[in-house]
């Protein structure tokens, strides 16, 4: 096991959401911006990198039979901190993300990853994994954050990026726009993958 | 209160903000357990029964454990100066009763409907991690709902996500003959027929009541 495997493989190989195609309610919902995307990303981020440390420090104490209900409550404290750490410093972004903030807790992603990794290994390589997927999720919001905003309003970070002539495809950043960028997407690394295996 | 505004929250909970199509919430058992119309009808059905018990568990816990007001049960119990103000607990107490509420259910119905069980058994665990579940009663306290609109709320999400969901597998067991290019074959191809769902239901937000 390597440390640069475990923290690369997020970014492409095992992305949360293209590969894994896990944690997808709030990768349709907040990426119709950049800024939203990059929050929720960061957000998510945190939360994960936490939790994947806490989780592997108590893995031999856990019992078997009740790992589930006490990876949520860890996972649902860091949420909160996240919570209300936003609320007081970016209120805008939470009013924005909305109910997605407290929703990180039944993210996939995070569950899985405590329940397929840190549950496992040790300390250190929980960190780069939780920090490798987070990522790799951030990346991921920010491709379809990118691709929506840019096309369904013409601007980028809150940027007009066209002139006056452009019209934009205003069903990207309605929720159908979400759906069927994430499922071009979706097929197009599909495509990608079929190709360099040949 | 009256019978009329239930009408709108019922219908605007199905069809204007439907839970999956226009709100993205529980997609990942949107996709995941689509493929088959029984499996969508079995899912379906766990998902209005444990949110309508959710909404109404999450109220009660909400207004009388939770919330900072002369009826909280705390403020009577140790006789303090003032209500305590637990909110900021709310996102860990809700995940833990709906946990302990989908275990509870999955015992119950374990115990009286055998048959029953047979056919939602399976899909129960995967509703304490369907973000639908959690996000209908956090969507009850934000819009500050009473007890039967949170009832009714929770009921008429469920039977949104339960619609949409049937109308996937129906479209699904047909792509499966379908000539589709073979890299959106799946999950791509099912994403795309969501986004075109979603404008249809997008028709809906044109629609007055009352």
């Known amino acids: ?198 | 209160m009256e019978v009329k505004s239930l009408f709108i929250i019922a219908i605007s909970s199905i069809f204007i903000n439907n839970f999956v199509l226009s709100r993205f919430l529980g997609i990942c058992p949107y996709i995941g357990v689509s493929k088959k119309i029984d499996s969508a009808i079995g899912m379906g059905f766990a998902v209005v029964f444990v949110m309508t018990l959710a909404s109404m568990a999450t109220w009660l816990i909400n207004n009388f454990l939770l919330k900072p007001s002369p009826s909280n049960l705390f403020y009577h119990l140790f006789s303090a100066k003032e209500p305590p103000d637990l909110m900021f607990l709310k996102t860990i107490a809700f995940i833990l009763v709906i946990a302990a509420l989908v275990q509870f259910v999955e015992m119950v119905i374990q115990k009286l409907s055998p048959g029953l069980y047979r056919s939602l058994g399976i899909y129960l665990p995967l509703i304490t991690t369907n973000c639908a579940i959690l996000g209908v009663t956090i969507l009850n306290l934000d819009l500050n709902y009473s007890f039967i609109e949170s009832i009714v709320h929770g009921f008429s999400a469920g039977v949104g996500f339960t619609l949409a969901l049937i109308l996937m597998a129906g479209i699904r067991e047909r792509l499966e003959l379908a000539p589709i290019p073979e890299a959106l074959k799946g999950i791509p191809i099912a994403f795309i027929m969501a986004g075109l769902m979603s404008i249809a239901f997008l028709g809906f937000s044109g629609l007055k009541i009352g």
Request: net charge positive.
């Open chain 1, 1 to 198: 096991m390597s440390m640069t495997k475990e923290f690369f493989k997020g970014f492409y190989a095992e992305n949360p959401v293209f590969r894994l195609v896990l944690g997808l309610c709030p990768t349709l919902a907040v990426s119709n911006s950049v800024q939203n995307a990059i929050g929720m990303g960061a957000a998510a981020t945190f939360v994960l990198v936490c939790s994947n440390v806490i989780i592997s420090l108590i893995r031999n104490m856990v019992p078997k039979k009740i790992r589930i209900p006490i990876y949520i409550v860890v996972i649902a404290t860091f949420v909160t901190i996240v919570d209300l750490a936003m609320a007081g410093f970016a209120p805008d972004l939470h009013k924005s993300l909305g109910i997605f903030v407290p929703l990180i807790v039944v993210n996939c992603i995070i569950l899985g990853r405590a329940e397929a990794f840190a549950g496992k290994n040790s300390v250190f390589y929980s960190l780069l994994d939780g920090l490798g997927m987070g990522i790799g999720f951030m990346l991921a919001l920010t491709l379809l954050g990118v691709t929506r905003e840019l096309l369904g309003d013409g601007k980028l970070w809150g940027v007009p990026v066209f002139g006056s002539g452009f019209e934009p495809v205003l069903i990207l950043i309605l929720p159908p726009g979400a759906f069927l960028t994430l499922g071009l997407y979706l097929g197009f690394f599909n495509w990608i993958d079929k190709k360099t295996k040949k």
